[in-house]
């Protein structure tokens, strides 16, 4: 029998969010217009432990928000790994600021801290930290050249609901920090985002950018030429149920990826998603890198899974790579590792026989 097709990611929804957001289709407006919203932020910032919080449109959107929070101008730059999806930088192209791309940590995949000193100048602004796949960077020594050459520090959180470091949860870390509620992540809203902050200065700057510019006190009266990147409230029903079964989402994540640890174990030269002593990793995607020895090509390995009916994605292309940017960038551990990795399914939907399926089917195309 053909097996199904297995995809690569998929949210877990239950009866609690379809009735959140039946519950808010019925009764959010009016003057309930922005209740499921508030209760959201309201529960999300507590459960990251950060003092406000602001729900959007996306995590795109709560990128830029930060991004325009920290009053980044044309000219500045801001320090970014070269491997992370584009949504993390796009925004600093529209408002003019140069990303400069810094290497990779060979196990984390997050950014290299001795790239980030090295690529520090007189223009540097900011860092952009990303908890790629899940991973946790070294948190404490890249705050330290923060604080040492004065930059501001915006954590892009989207792939790594319920990571942590040091027993603080992602999200947590730097001046500003974004999650994303796509419906690939941990965590969905369909679409969406969030932004985080200790900061009430920052908070205030995002709220005013992301609804138009608005004047407080006097209606239809903008002070800027702004934005609209609000959540609507079926949206932020969704996230709420979500929200209350996060324990249940992020431990399916890791019993995933167990199942695959145990699977792949057996052959040699893989190398996994890590979870450094202090870190805990809810391996947003299960990823493999493929020692050198395999000869391997991510695109030739996505096209051989697909033949078994399975979904794998190549790991993310070095940003610097892509024709929308187009720029060298010394960093070559990104090329390197981007070249032989692979995602591997991992959605709400697969079971311990898929993973098995998968497990088997790389055996056989790898002619082990
Ligand atoms: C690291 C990272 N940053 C930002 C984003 C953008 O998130 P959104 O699609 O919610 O705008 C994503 C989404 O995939 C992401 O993986």
Request: charged letters at 25%; proline letters at 3%; a positive charge.
């Amino acid at each position: 029998m053909k097996q199904k097709f297995i995809p690569v990611t998929g949210p877990s929804i239950t009866e609690k969010e379809v009735e959140y957001v039946a519950m808010a289709t019925r009764d959010g407006w009016n003057q309930n217009y922005k209740k499921y919203i508030d209760l959201f932020e309201k529960k999300f910032s507590k459960y990251v432990q950060r003092k406000y919080a602001l729900a959007t449109s996306s995590c795109t959107a709560a990128l830029h928000l930060a991004f325009l929070s920290l009053d980044l101008k044309k000219g500045d730059e801001v320090i970014v790994p070269n491997i992370t999806w584009i949504a993390s930088v796009e925004p600093l192209y529209w408002m003019g600021v140069k990303p400069v791309f810094a290497d990779i940590d060979e196990k984390t995949w997050c950014i290299n801290l001795k790239d980030i000193v090295r690529k520090i100048t007189k223009k540097t602004k900011a860092i952009l930290i990303v908890d790629l796949y899940g991973s946790m960077p070294d948190i404490d020594k890249i705050l330290e050249i923060a604080k040492k050459y004065n930059l501001k520090i915006i954590e892009d959180a989207a792939e790594a609901i319920g990571c942590e470091y040091k027993n603080k949860k992602a999200g947590s870390f730097g001046d500003v920090s974004c999650f994303s509620f796509h419906g690939s992540k941990t965590l969905t809203t369909g679409e969406g985002g969030m932004l985080l902050t200790d900061n009430v200065a920052i908070f205030e700057k995002a709220k005013y950018y992301y609804d138009h510019c608005k004047d407080s006190k006097k209606i239809f009266w903008n002070l800027g030429v702004g934005y609209k990147y609000k959540m609507s409230n079926l949206q932020a029903a969704c996230g709420l149920a979500q929200l209350e079964r996060v324990k249940t989402l992020t431990t399916k994540k890791r019993q995933i990826f167990g199942w695959y640890k145990k699977g792949l174990s057996k052959i040699n030269g893989l190398q996994l998603n890590v979870e450094p002593k202090n870190t805990k990793n809810t391996y947003w995607m299960v990823t493999v890198v493929f020692n050198k020895k395999y000869n391997v090509n991510k695109e030739e390995l996505v096209e051989a899974f697909a033949k078994f009916n399975i979904q794998a994605r190549p790991f993310f292309y070095p940003l610097s790579s892509l024709p929308a940017i187009n720029e060298n960038a010394n960093t070559p551990v990104s090329f390197d590792i981007s070249e032989r990795a692979i995602n591997l399914p991992c959605g709400f939907n697969i079971t311990k026989e898929n993973v098995d399926y998968v497990c088997k089917s790389l055996l056989k195309i790898l002619k082990i």
